[in-house]
């Protein structure tokens, strides 16, 4: 039976209209209209979202051609910033619309927010709004989302929200709160996980941080806590992965670090095992981006888990992946798969290292593709690493961008079947325009050499790109 603390927890349901919902700001809008067929509508798409947690005063998000902030949200909280620093998307009520799962995580004063905001064919569903609270002040609910579709034809859709800097267990030990939701409203709540959670083997211990990064899974979560301490080394790191059972209970929960039997390398201080998932059915992925490869600090690294076991550990300096272990290179602090980036039907593995030099030029950041293949995807059968400039990306080379700060996959059209290709989108938070410093930039990338820039407003530090979510593209 599942370990779900259920009773003590009494979430609030609020559904209230909206009224004031998409006024685009002036400036260049963030405009996803180019590509694929819409799946809703006509000329509108959603299957990019970028969260605006600190926009200039404001906090918002970017879908389409729109811009939403909380402060014109009837029902989202105004008060506190963070709207936007986490977001999923995810046809929540099977209409065919892709609807917005937004984090708001609050301040150690007050509680955290999640809000769905619902798709509709022109758009986010002006109406209403519906809005899970924290059970805590001060416990970082809403920190991270992910909203996937269980995929057994329940339509049922699991929402994974974590609050990392919960104190039930230990201070700042974190926790996961776990609904469901379908057609109907209000979402349920099923019960919050802890780092123990069906007896996994992990521990809870203050400052963890579990629940800090969350990744579901069709019938299943991975969850990262990637300040965990392991056997008295802070920030080591760990994840939990967790399989749900035929009623969507976690019936069995593995507990990995680095010192986890068949995990090559070693829990070290600060190596923030757990700070990017990457998580399907078979294959787990898991950044290490505070890695540190002989003296060289925070360099970076992946390890990979397929079918539930350890598989290869890949780093800058493995054979076959470009570019050099470096200081700072920062390799893995974020991860995705997709298909056709670099293979056709191959399983493509983008890793972003934000902290990568290009050249001489300090912390411009670059993606590294990779074609893994052979049963346990140990083999690295080709790969090519993407930056600005002549690299394959939109922008210009320049200090600080940290390209690859955030990565997200757009799925292609699966009609195409073994033809399909999808689209890599990457986000430059650090990205400098017309002397805006720090505004960003998101740019796409995909194997047809296309590549489509998205900005935000061109005012200094909006870091826009730092927050993106996306969901796989379906041809109806
Ligand atoms: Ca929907
Ligand atoms: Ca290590
Ligand atoms: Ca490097
Ligand atoms: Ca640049």
């Not at 002040?137 to 991270?144: A, E, K, N, R």
């Not at 350890?310 to 470009?322: F, L, M, R």
């Not at 001489?360 to 059968?381: C, M, P, R, W």
């Not at 399909?420 to 989108?425: F, G, I, K, P, S």
Request: glycine share 16%; charged share 15%.
């Amino acid at each position: 039976m599942a370990r779900h603390r259920t009773a003590a927890l009494a979430a609030a349901f609020l559904a209230v209209p909206l009224g004031l919902m998409g006024s685009a700001l002036a400036g260049p809008a963030a405009a996803y209209a180019d590509g694929a067929t819409p799946v809703c509508g006509t000329g509108y798409r959603m299957n990019l979202a970028a969260g605006m947690p600190n926009y200039h005063g404001r906090s918002g998000v970017s879908v389409g051609s729109a811009e939403y902030f909380s402060d014109q949200i009837p029902g989202a909280e105004k008060s506190i910033s963070g709207f936007g620093t986490s977001v999923s998307v995810a046809d929540i009520n099977g209409d065919g619309c892709n609807d917005l799962v937004v984090g708001q995580p609050g301040t150690s004063k007050t509680k955290g927010y999640v809000s769905i905001l619902w798709g509709n064919s022109t758009g986010l569903d002006g109406s209403r709004v519906t809005v899970l609270t924290g059970r805590f002040v001060g416990d970082g609910f809403g920190t991270s989302v992910s909203a996937v579709a269980r995929g057994d034809g329940s339509g049922i859709t699991d929402l994974w929200v974590g609050a990392p800097d919960s104190d039930v267990s230990r201070v700042a030990g974190g926790e996961v709160e776990h609904y469901t939701l379908d057609a109907t409203e209000p979402p349920k709540f099923q019960g919050s996980i802890w780092a123990d959670v069906n007896n996994s083997g992990g521990l809870e211990h203050d400052g963890g941080h579990f629940g800090q990064v969350v990744q579901g899974y069709p019938g299943g979560v991975v969850i990262g806590a990637p300040d965990d301490t392991v056997d008295g080394r802070a920030g080591a790191g760990s994840i939990f992965v967790a399989t749900q059972d035929h009623y969507g209970y976690l019936d069995r929960a593995k507990y990995w670090t680095q010192d986890s039997p068949g995990v090559p390398g070693k829990a070290e201080a600060n190596d923030h095992f757990g700070a990017a998932l990457y998580a399907s059915p078979n294959a787990v992925i898991v950044g290490v981006p505070g890695e540190d490869i002989g003296s060289l600090k925070d360099a970076g690294s992946v390890q990979m888990f397929v079918d539930g076991a350890p598989a290869q550990s890949i780093t800058q300096d493995t054979k076959g992946v470009p570019g050099a272990v470096e200081a700072g290179d920062r390799f893995g602090a974020s991860v995705t798969v997709g298909q056709w980036l670099l293979t056709q039907e191959g399983f493509d593995v983008a890793i972003g290292a934000p902290g990568e030099d290009v050249g001489t030029v300090k912390d411009a950041g670059s993606v590294t593709l990779l074609t893994l293949t052979g049963a346990n995807l140990q083999t690295i059968d080709a790969a090519k690493a993407l930056t600005q400039g002549t690299g394959g990306l939109g922008g210009k080379i320049e200090a600080g961008d940290q390209v690859g700060a955030a990565l997200a996959i757009i799925g292609g059209d699966t009609s195409a079947e073994e033809d399909m290709v999808d689209t890599l989108v990457v986000g430059v938070p650090g990205e400098d325009i017309s002397g805006s410093v720090d505004c960003g930039l998101i740019t796409e990338y995909n194997r047809s050499g296309r590549t489509v820039n998205y900005e935000a407003e061109r005012t200094s530090k909006n870091h826009f790109g730092s927050v993106l979510a996306s969901t796989p593209y379906y041809s109806s």
